[in-house]
């Protein structure tokens, strides 16, 4: 998840130079693509995947090339620490076969960096992106898209893959928000296509994965390490670094909504593309007036079709999930039950498993977007299987942006020492 207190200064100047999301966002974003791909192009990738197995390559098409000093400019953009830039990037989006949340065939985007420089293989990172609910907002799409972590990790000399999800950036259809298993099948496909593009580029990768990702990427980040530990597709997990991730939805991230640790409008947000996307797969309701209270029961479906800007979906949505919800939908919310139990349940438990990879968790006291106590239970499923996973605490004052800020570049170096050796 990305959305921040959007009353502060830095965040309204992101939006007018379209750096980063967007108002209450902290998308880690913003480097504007000077190739997209056409219409009939996403046509005809969306008409080639029913003949394409998973993680097979469709397209690719050349976006950035940086050097070293435009890389460490634009990181100064967000005030990214550039210790670690080593070489500059080149930047693709990559079209590739996946499946719906179905299992039906699709396509999906992603951006794929290689740096300029360094090993003759390098290893993979997979960086999976915070909330977005405009398709050019995703890593592979247009100006304001999420590409300042993919370039910070390239540039200290590994490739990186970093998907857009499914229905954002080019891919067809909807986003379905906040699905974890679709999430993954969508991360592990780009991990194999990335694979397969840096071969064809002259730059073919190892075969092991280092997995990153801020909000709901790092949520998906932990997923993906579960399925990537399983020693599929011939890939190796060496380490997880999840930053600020929704980890314990059922225990920490919709209480908070509710007692007031998720600041009202980032809830009413993250409640509206949440419960529209999930009854999309689920029968929650039937009719949107049975969760959402007049004159937004009407509006709010439409507005996360991926057309629209977070700061106007903010704009008409209310201050407070009470005057977003019917009361029962509020008391729901509370106390979930049924169909919403059910759909929370799903995608949660993302830390209950044993990895054998090193973990570390990033968090900010200040966070109220992704309260820290999501971490920290994270940290205790994590325990119980016997893995001890550090969590760096980014002090009282880190709000979920400053958390990303100082949490990214602590990442890079943590994977680092793990290549050379010096960290378990």
């Known amino acids: ?77 967000l005030g990214i620490d550039p210790a670690t830039v080593r070489y500059g990037v080149r930047a693709y989006r990559l079209t590739y076969a996946t499946v719906d949340p179905g299992g039906r065939p699709t396509t999906a985007t992603g951006l794929l960096v290689l740096p300029r420089g360094g090993p003759h293989r390098p290893d993979l990172v997979s960086d999976t992106h915070g909330t977005v609910a405009t398709r050019d907002d995703a890593p592979s799409g247009g100006a304001g898209s999420n590409r300042l972590t993919p370039y910070l990790h390239a540039s200290a000399g590994r490739a990186v893959a970093a998907p857009d999800y499914l229905g954002l950036g080019s891919g067809p259809g909807s986003h379905p928000y906040m699905d974890t298993r679709s999430s993954v099948t969508a991360s592990v496909d780009m991990l194999k296509a990335a694979r397969t593009a840096a071969d064809r580029l002259g730059r073919p990768v190892s075969r092991d994965v280092y997995a990153t990702g801020f909000s709901q990427g790092g949520q998906v ?37 509710t007692d007031g640790r ?96 090193p973990v570390r968790l990033y968090a900010g006291g200040a966070d109220t977007d992704v309260p820290a106590a999501n971490s920290r239970a994270c940290a205790a499923d994590l325990a119980r299987h016997g893995v001890r996973a550090k969590v760096v605490d980014q002090g009282p004052d880190a709000d979920h942006t400053a958390t990303a800020v100082r949490s990214a570049p602590q990442v890079v170096r943590w994977f680092d020492s793990i290549r050379q050796g010096r960290s378990s």
């Open 262 to 357: 998720v600041d009202p409008r980032v809830g009413v947000f993250y409640l509206s593309y949440f419960l529209t996307a999930q009854n999309r797969l689920h029968p929650l309701y039937g009719d949107p007036a049975e969760v959402f209270r007049a004159p937004y029961a009407q509006a709010v479906e439409g507005l996360f079709d991926g057309s629209h800007q977070v700061q106007d979906i903010v704009a008409a949505l209310p201050a407070t999930p009470q005057e977003l919800l019917t009361p029962q939908w509020v008391e729901n919310v509370r106390s979930p039950r049924g169909a919403l139990l059910e759909v929370i349940r799903a995608n949660d438990g993302v830390c209950d498993w044993k990895p054998a990879a």
């Open 1 to 77: 998840m990305t959305i921040t207190q959007h009353s502060k200064q830095h965040r309204r100047q992101w939006l007018r130079r379209g750096a980063a999301a967007v108002a209450l966002a902290a998308v880690l974003g913003g480097i504007a693509a000077p190739a997209a791909l056409a219409a009939p192009a996403a046509r005809a990738a969306a008409s080639a995947a029913p003949a394409a197995a998973r993680g097979d390559l469709v397209s690719v098409v050349p976006l950035d090339t940086l050097d070293r000093d435009q890389v460490v400019a634009e990181l100064a953009v």
């Open 221 to 257: 980040a932990m997923a993906l390490g579960r399925e990537l530990s399983r020693g599929r597709d011939g890939l190796r997990l060496r380490a997880l670094a999840p930053m600020a991730g929704p980890h314990d939805l059922l225990g920490t991230e919709f209480p908070g909504i």
